[in-house]
């Protein structure tokens, strides 16, 4: 194989150990490369172009004293885009990668590639065209999130490899804690989250942090949260794990009433509900998933249509809406602020988590 020049780490991550990738160039050809698991990534935008010189002259990476590395791969994560990587084996042969669901990506060990390039040499038309070819949806993937068979409203257009047990118990939890913390019998600082109450005695009122984060005013505040908590939820637990999402959730929702303590003009109001942890959530998700378009449902005289838009508009709305009710409306008894310090929390830690590769 050339010989091969190594460059600086990408802010970019390896789909099956999430290393940080390193760019190596053979040959003028310039490519994404993980030390840790010896594997290559290729973009979908750019694998025609770069493997199309690598069939014409794939001398250039074989190497014929490579051994044989045998993996057993299972769906990763696109360095790219975070959706899911599926595992696939090319052309009824041995050679194992991943492929993006979306956008095509592909990556594959460095025993995969020498052994490819060594048949693409014998016979090039027959190998290299199905690396280029889109896969289509595993049957073992959900479809998209959707709400329209439970309030018909909106959607994403982006797969899970997992069922999302820990959203859903976080759900159940919700349900549970509405009927339990009725706020209109409880609604005092002994039960929920006082500002007043907790900066002047924290270690009493501790409790209330978690009691308000599960509690709910009506059905409509309790559906709203669980609506958003699932929509965008169980991407997030579906990137980083069951384990680590609840105690992010848990994490955010701490991190935004105390920062709603601080800065409400109100703090002798109680507060309740999970949209503060499920604001962090939300910033999550964007930094994940900043390419992901939202599907709007709508109807119009009472025929149904739908329009997509990004998710950055989606959220922008969102943002734009919590600053006009937070500071212009400056509603009492809502914590306006909880939400933004929530978002905003919540794509600080998740850019943290990243850089530390704890994903």
């Known amino acids: 194989m050339a010989e091969e020049e190594k460059g600086n780490y990408y802010d970019m991550q390896c789909a099956v150990c999430d290393s940080r990738l390193v760019q190596q160039s053979f040959n003028d050809i310039s490519v994404e490369y993980c030390e840790n698991c010896s594997g290559y990534w290729f973009d979908g935008d750019e694998i025609t172009s770069v493997l199309d010189r690598l069939i014409k002259n ?14 057993n791969l299972e769906c990763g994560y696109c360095p790219k885009c975070n959706q899911i990587a599926k595992p696939l084996t090319l052309y ?35 190998l290299g065209k199905y690396l280029f070819l889109p896969h289509k949806q595993p049957e073992y993937i959900q479809g998209e999130d959707s709400f329209e068979s439970y309030v018909g409203w909106v959607d994403d257009e982006n797969p899970v490899n997992r069922i999302p047990f820990s959203t859903i118990l976080l759900i159940i939890l919700n349900l549970i804690g509405f009927f339990i913390w009725d706020p209109i019998i409880t609604f005092n600082k002994e039960i929920l989250f006082t500002p007043s109450a907790f900066l002047s005695n924290p270690l009493t009122y501790w409790s209330t942090i978690f009691v308000s984060m599960f509690a709910h005013a009506n059905l409509g505040h309790l559906a709203g949260n669980m609506i958003f908590l699932y929509l965008f939820g169980d991407n997030v637990e579906d990137r980083i794990g069951h384990y680590k999402y609840l105690f992010l959730y848990l994490l955010l929702g701490i991190l935004s009433s105390l920062g709603y303590a601080y800065l409400t003009p109100h703090p002798n109001i109680p507060t309740l509900g999970a949209s503060g942890a499920v ?4 910033g ?8 992901v378009n939202m599907k709007i449902h709508k109807s119009f005289f009472g025929i149904p249509y739908s329009i997509n838009v990004p998710i950055w508009m989606y959220l922008g709305v969102w ?41």
């Open 92 to 126: 009824k042969k041995n050679y194992s990668f991943l492929k993006c669901v979306r956008c095509n990506g592909i990556w594959i060990d460095k025993s995969n590639l020498n052994s490819l390039l060594i048949d693409m040499k014998k016979n090039k038309s027959a």
């Open 58 to 71: 794939p001398d250039l990476w074989i190497s014929h004293s490579q051994q044989k590395i045998e993996r």
């Open 279 to 282: 604001s962090g959530i939300l």
């Open 319 to 359: 943002f734009l809406g919590q600053q006009l009710f937070g500071i212009a409306a400056n509603v009492p008894g809502i914590a306006w602020h909880a939400h933004l310090i929530g978002f905003f929390g919540g794509y600080l830690v998740m850019y943290l988590m990243r850089k530390l590769n704890f994903l």
């Open 284 to 291: 999550c998700y964007f930094l994940l998933y900043p390419n």
